[in-house]
């Protein structure tokens, strides 16, 4: 890939992600939302009750951002934090009746924001998006180890060839 391809591209992505979390704040905002903190609640009401720890983990998130989410949610009403049973210094996090409302406000919002931001594509690519946004994800993702070929490509760039 040549430089003017990968840049239209990494700019493409990188305005995306700005506008589209730019976006969601507006939405959340009336509903007393900051970003990331609708994913928390989405993932509750997803899949229930979870130790704070996996909650991190299914987020994506360091421990200390889900810690400050769920004590401001859990100040606003919308969850509660109770010690888990098999180690009292974990925490589990569920979603209360005013939480389990909320999402259902989050769902719409959500429903609204991918439907405005995929206006106009045909409906066999908004098919697809999510396929390839997750496969874009996970070649970025630091979390995964390093692969042979992305630590050539990585070799390659840092000493690159003296052959005039």
């Keep these: 890939m040549d430089f003017e391809q990968a840049d239209a591209l990494n700019q493409a992505i990188r305005l995306l992600s700005l506008r589209h979390r730019a976006r969601a ?5 009336p509903l007393g939302l900051h970003p ?12 229930g009750p979870m130790i704070q720890a996996q909650l991190s983990e299914a987020l994506g998130c360091e421990p200390p951002s889900v810690t ?26 569920e979603l209360t009746d005013s939480g389990k ?13 991918a439907e405005e ?18 496969t874009l994800t996970g070649n ?6 390093a692969t042979p070929a992305a630590l050539a490509r ?11």
């Design 68 to 93: 400050l989410m769920t004590r401001k949610l859990e100040a606003g009403g919308h969850i509660r934090r109770t010690p888990a049973p098999s180690d009292k210094r974990a925490s589990i996090v």
């Design 36 to 47: 990331g903190q609708e994913a928390l609640l989405l993932e509750l009401a997803r899949t």
């Design 101 to 113: 409302a909320l999402a259902e406000q989050v769902k719409q919002l959500w429903c609204a924001l």
């Design 140 to 145: 970025v993702d630091t979390r995964r180890p």
């Design 25 to 29: 704040a507006a939405l959340l905002a």
């Design 154 to 164: 990585s070799s390659a760039v840092r000493s690159p060839s003296k052959a005039s």
């Design 117 to 134: 931001t995929v206006e106009g594509l045909p409906a066999e690519t908004v098919a697809e998006l999510p396929g390839i946004l997750n």
